[in-house]
């Protein structure tokens, strides 16, 4: 632990505040909110400050000298510890005069603002200015190792400073699931930055920062692949802002570490609803014939699955064409086991079902005698689904019961609930309704709690078939409107392996109620965001509301 106080929250407008404060009672004057944020503040690094007739005046001018900002008042308590009340405002007086308004085309309380965050990190020491620069060149937070390693420090002194800071009010902790977290709020960031900005060594602090974060990345490979997915999953999305930023300035500086970056974070990325991050991958293309042939394989797979999962049709038979004949000649065998698989989830866009199963299972074969329980559970679970598009539902049910199994033996959400919505919709299939209902309910519970656009919206592809079984085509087109319209806000198609299947069911709904009546149920559906699809879903009488 820090040992820093919580992060509070107060309101960003303007506090109101007290009037001439000559012969107000001290207990008025205190019940301000201007007056009582300021008290509060002042309290946290001076634990005996009490607002007295001798100081109240001075209180009442510093608040009013800073129009009642929250963040102002927040920043000039925190001095507090060092200075009395009158010398604090005279201080304050002298140093908002001499920094002027600042850019004169920013509304008055915010040059008030800048002036408060510029006489503060005035008042720092050399070391504690530097760090707090350096800071500025995270993206919505930071832990303490990695500015230590940015900053050039040892964790112990980079500790040291933090907690100046933040008994300073320049920054703040939250405290995460993931241990403590630091951050700067966005009006002191914002002119920190531009110190950042105009230091000599600003493109080390940026490349020791993108150094930082795609180690971090690619710590994440093997633990994504396996039990360790939940944990490092949730550390890459807390680090989301930092790891976008890093490949940017890969982007800008060296690509060369790019390709194996991008493998490694496809899983991420399409798990938690990041795919249009993997557009990265078309700076790259036309550059991928002069790469090394592991870095063009890596490379050419996340451009296949990327475009496949996305239902860009075209880039995907793009990518395929350019990865297939580099297959032979990949050494790594986790590498050439993926690439025969994202060759498996094209093969319907191709026609070629028979090669899907080929393909299949060579990667099957292959994974089995890696250690890779992720990626063996997809392979197994790809196989049943081939088999389900080849209408072959005894083999599919083998084949998805065993993915289902695999899968159960570590914590993955996402994989946890497609299974269920893949054996759903073949109970579905297989007229077993009652079955395919608990399978798709646990699908959707676990499709939201992975917050997954795409398995959301299978599930409701999946009820829409269940619907249409029960003899409802009214629910099922609002259904499968509500799955078209979430997936269309993202980007994406349903996968090429489903896409057959889902325009019969949507065919099927359209004959069932007339075209108009279709037209006009597909639409509300369309209409709805994933809270209200969901919920739509958890309607059994079918309602859907059509604004």
Not at 265 to 289: G, I, N, Y
Not at 441 to 454: F, N, W
Request: glycine share 6%.
């Amino acid at each position: 632990m820090l040992g820093l106080r919580p992060e509070r929250e107060y309101p960003v407008a303007p506090l109101p505040l007290p009037a001439d404060p000559t012969g107000v009672p001290v207990g008025e004057l205190a019940a301000s909110p201007a007056v009582a944020l300021f008290i509060d503040r002042a309290r946290a690094v001076r634990h005996d400050f009490a607002l007295t007739g001798g100081n109240a005046a001075a209180v009442v001018g510093i608040c009013r000298r800073l129009d009642g900002l929250p963040l102002a008042i927040e920043l000039a308590a925190a001095r507090i510890r060092l200075l009395d009340p009158d010398a604090l405002l005279r201080r304050l007086v002298d140093s908002l005069d001499a920094l002027g308004t600042g850019t004169v085309d920013l509304p008055e309380r915010q040059r008030t603002l800048r002036a408060t965050v510029a006489w503060s990190v005035g008042l720092l020491d050399d070391a504690e200015r530097s760090l707090l620069e350096v800071a500025a060149v995270f993206e919505d937070g930071w832990t303490v190792d990695a500015a230590a390693q940015v900053a050039g420090l040892d964790g112990d002194r980079a500790l040291e400073l933090f907690e100046a800071l933040a008994r300073q009010s320049l920054v703040s902790l939250d405290n995460t699931d993931h241990g403590p977290r630091l951050r700067m709020l966005e009006t002191v960031r914002a002119f920190i930055a531009g110190r950042l900005a105009a230091r000599p060594d600003l493109a080390l602090i940026q490349r020791r920062r993108s150094d930082y974060y795609r180690a971090l990345t690619e710590q994440a490979d093997r633990p994504l692949r396996g039990a360790g997915h939940s944990e490092w999953a949730e550390r890459l999305q807390t680090e989301e802002g930092n790891v976008a930023a890093t490949v940017e300035w890969y982007l800008a500086h060296d690509r060369a570490p790019l390709p194996h970056l991008f493998r490694v974070l496809w899983p991420f990325w399409e798990q938690r609803d990041h795919l249009s991050k993997a557009r990265w991958v078309e700076e790259l293309l036309p550059t991928a014939d002069s790469l090394d042939h592991q870095a063009r394989a890596e490379l050419l797979w996340t451009a296949l699955v990327t475009a496949s999962d996305m239902g860009d049709d075209p880039a995907a038979l793009d990518a395929r064409q350019r990865l297939e004949p580099l297959l032979a000649g990949i050494q790594d065998p986790y590498l050439q086991a993926v690439s025969q698989l994202a060759m498996v989830w094209t093969a319907p866009i191709v026609g070629d079902l028979d090669g899907a199963l080929r393909r299949v299972s060579a990667s099957l074969e292959q994974l089995r005698g890696q250690d890779e329980p992720y990626w063996t559970a997809v392979a197994v679970a790809s196989a049943g689904n081939v088999e389900t598009a080849a209408g072959r539902y005894d083999e599919a049910l083998r084949r998805l019961s065993e993915a289902r199994e695999l899968a159960d033996q570590f914590d993955n959400d996402w994989l946890a609930a497609w299974l269920r919505v893949q054996l759903g919709t073949l109970a579905v299939v297989r007229g077993r309704p009652d079955e395919a209902r608990a399978l798709l309910d646990k699908g959707l519970d676990r499709s939201s709690a992975a917050h997954s656009t795409p398995l959301v919206s299978m599930c409701l592809v999946g009820f829409a078939r269940l619907a249409l079984a029960e003899g409802d085509p009214e629910r099922a087109a609002r259904l499968a409107g509500a799955a078209d319209g979430l997936r269309r806000r993202v980007g994406q198609r349903a996968w090429p392996l489903v896409r057959r299947s889902e325009a019969e069911l949507v065919d099927q709904a359209r004959q069932a109620v007339g075209a108009d009546r279709f037209d006009y149920l597909y639409a509300a559906g369309c209409r709805l965001n994933q809270r209200e699809a969901v919920a739509a879903v958890r309607d059994r009488s079918g309602a859907v509301s059509p604004s």
